[in-house]
């Protein structure tokens, strides 16, 4: 086979065999296929897409590119969950010890912030000591031990995949279902878990803009997840404004702190509660979504989740003093209000610009080696369809000094849409597919 | 600007301004935009075209990117030729040492054999001793004593569009108008010429297979040449079946001499003497094209053409007494005839196939560094139209041994149609459009 003949394949709107993509990641993995291939190659891609055959050859291969690990000696049901990325997006900081806390084993490895949406394990490092770098030795071993493990992307899952996402996003060429939905399972299925709950964000802050494109991957990932023998459920879930109430990295651990311990964040309760719901009923705890909804609710108010988030911070070499002490809040220096201009009822909270918002403020990294500021973030006072004066607070800012807070004004102004009539109610849970 | 935004905008379908290509370009050449993020780029512009004015602030760019020749110590009208590429397309060396022997200046810059099609400089390099790799001060004094010039693409033309055009050949990313007429555009300003005539072949053997593509190519053609006030005419001519008997890069130059001397090769003749007359109107030789086509016509009987010829032969260091000989038909050792396997009309040549064949037989390269055999190549007995019988011989085969015509033999006969019915006659010369 000839690279630039199975560039012009895909180029010219022909399905590829899986022959040709193996010999093409093979070949990009020895070098026989360059850069410059592969980069042509995923654009192609990006134009003309690839169908259901194709996508999984896609995955298999990457996910064969690397270890696969066998999670059959622990004898419990193995349920993780991927979120797309979203802002505010801290559920699985609640979800991982509250399903583990039901007796399910939950393997879960997490990325970093990317782009205009945070991740988790930036936010579970701005827990003093807390480590996510762990060897699959290890990721074994403490999943078995603790029933849950909190890690980060190792060397050893879909090398394939790696060294494709680094170009994909230097080239312009991330934005494609099929290139995500390999990209997501050929990593998902190295993990070992046996069922994979999906939490699809929808809306102007998912990293999919288009509705169609969120459900349409929806249905890529659970139709890959079958076919690889996972049992899978994806939600889909609204991400037009940020969920919960704070944005920025211990700011989310924070709130996760206080729901965890009584209080009441409806939005991230829910989302939280459904996608727990999901895994528990996936995981064979409850007999269907809202049964498990339910047992995941009683686990937030009994403290078990709470307990097995301190069991977690524990094993993984975490300062649990420094969590139990969450009610003397933690701030940066500077703070800035933002308050409304006009008397009405905000009708938008564009989670998009509040996400770039977050990253001037420090809570991510615009250059991959830059510094990130973990107490940096933003409090909402308000959320969308809540009633408000002219003068009061919305939001407020908080960040090293005023300079970093000059950007994130004018996105955060560019992304509250204050009106006169009271705005319908959107759904937090569009839709569950199975 | 950044580099993976400028491909996100093409990527998008949104205009480049001349700033993002000036970026992108010359970040490339200065290793700013990496290989990688041109090859995306190129197939982005693959997928989503380029409106005319970025074709032509693309040209200039290239073009800018290396030396310029100002023609202007020569007190005479400089018009060239460029041929898209065919089968058998012999043209330049009839028509450049034609028009020069009417007074017209010929600053010809020619390319070499590409995919199925053959090339100006391998034809004239089976001239033993001939040399088309001059120097600039060489280029020029050549053309100012002896009123033509036939070299081979000099470094110090258009450094941009070389690196681009090595990229695109193994990326799957030649076939797109804009950047076909970026590449030619920016190489044939650079020489000097004030006005051109353009080639544009259409069928089977021409580089763009679609109709509609060959047309917009010679609009693009003409369009970005006005743009820089040079005077051109395209001339849309059949590439369906090779051009005149003789295909090989010594049987292609024998073929000229025959011609030259006095044979009739009917379409050969037409199509030099219509593009030698568009040359002939342009340099304002002639009132008109058709005028030109008359005087094209009467130089090639007169002689005139032919003393021109041995001129060149004998400037460029080429063995004049081997030309001399060329009714003493010099072939390689082996040979083939291939013959008819019914009666008929033959209906197809293909060209692309005989294209094909000729490479086989040793008149390309498959690789760069292969060799060619200069006497290999195909002799047609009969063209498309033909009556012929079973049995009667369609073409014969020359190469090395028979080794090489087995994969020829197969290729010609694919090729090859033979129909009970008469077939149409072809239009040879399509359109003219200025």
């Known amino acids: 086979m000839i690279p630039v003949e199975i560039i012009k394949h895909k180029r010219d709107n022909k399905v590829l065999t899986k022959e040709h ?16 291939q592969m980069s042509a190659f995923l654009m192609a ?53 509250l399903v583990a806390s039901c007796g399910i084993s939950v393997p879960m490895i997490s990325g970093r912030a990317l782009g205009h949406t945070g991740g988790t394990l930036d936010k579970l490092e701005s827990i003093p000591g ?9 990721y074994k071993r403490i999943l078995e031990k603790n ?17 494709i996402y680094s170009l994909r996003d230097v080239t312009g060429t991330v934005d494609n279902l099929s290139l995500i939905t390999a990209s997501i399972m050929s990593k998902k299925l190295a993990e070992g878990a046996d069922a994979i709950v999906f939490d699809v964000k929808m809306g102007s802050g998912a990293n999919l803009q288009e509705k169609d494109e969120s459900i349409k991957l929806a249905k890529y990932l ?12 994806a939600v889909l879930t609204d991400m037009d404004e940020p969920l919960g109430n704070k944005i920025g990295n211990w700011l989310e651990v924070e709130e996760c702190l206080e729901v965890m311990n009584g209080k009441k964040v409806s939005d991230l309760e829910k989302v939280n509660n459904v996608l727990s719901g999901a895994m528990l009923y996936l995981g064979k705890k409850a007999g269907n979504i809202d049964e498990g909804e339910k047992i995941a609710e009683e686990k937030l108010k009994d403290g078990s989740a709470y307990k097995k988030f301190l069991e977690i911070i524990e094993e993984q070499k975490g300062d649990t003093g420094y969590i139990k002490d969450w009610k003397n809040l933690k701030r940066t220096e500077y703070s800035k209000k933002i308050s409304a201009e006009k008397d009405g009822y905000i009708s938008e909270m564009n989670a998009f610009k509040f996400g770039l918002a977050s990253i001037e403020l420090g809570c991510g990294r615009k250059k991959t080696d830059d510094k990130i500021d973990y107490l940096a973030g933003i409090v909402l006072d308000k959320k969308c369809g809540d009633k408000i004066r002219k003068g009061e607070t919305v939001c407020e800012l908080w960040a090293e000094d005023e300079s970093k807070t000059i950007n994130a004004e004018n996105l955060i102004n560019e992304g509250i849409i204050i009106s006169e009539k009271e705005p319908e109610k959107r759904n937090l849970i569009i839709d569950i597919i199975d």
């Open 45 to 97: 891609v990006y134009f003309n897409g690839m169908n259901e055959q194709e996508t999984f050859d896609l995955t298999e291969i990457m996910l064969n590119s690397g270890k696969i690990v066998d999670l059959n000696y622990i004898d419990k049901s193995k349920v993780d969950k991927h979120s797309t990325g979203g802002v505010g997006d801290k559920v699985s900081l609640i979800l991982a010890p």
């Open 21 to 36: 993509l193996n010999y093409f990641i093979h070949g990009y993995l020895s070098g026989d296929v360059t850069d410059y």
């Open 147 to 163: 029933g849950v493990v909190m890690i980060g992307q190792t060397a050893d899952f879909a090398p394939a995949d790696k060294k």
């Open 130 to 138: 807390f480590n996510v770098n762990y060897d699959l030795n290890d």
């Open 222 to 233: 659970i139709s890959v997840s079958k076919k690889f023998g996972k049992k899978a459920i």
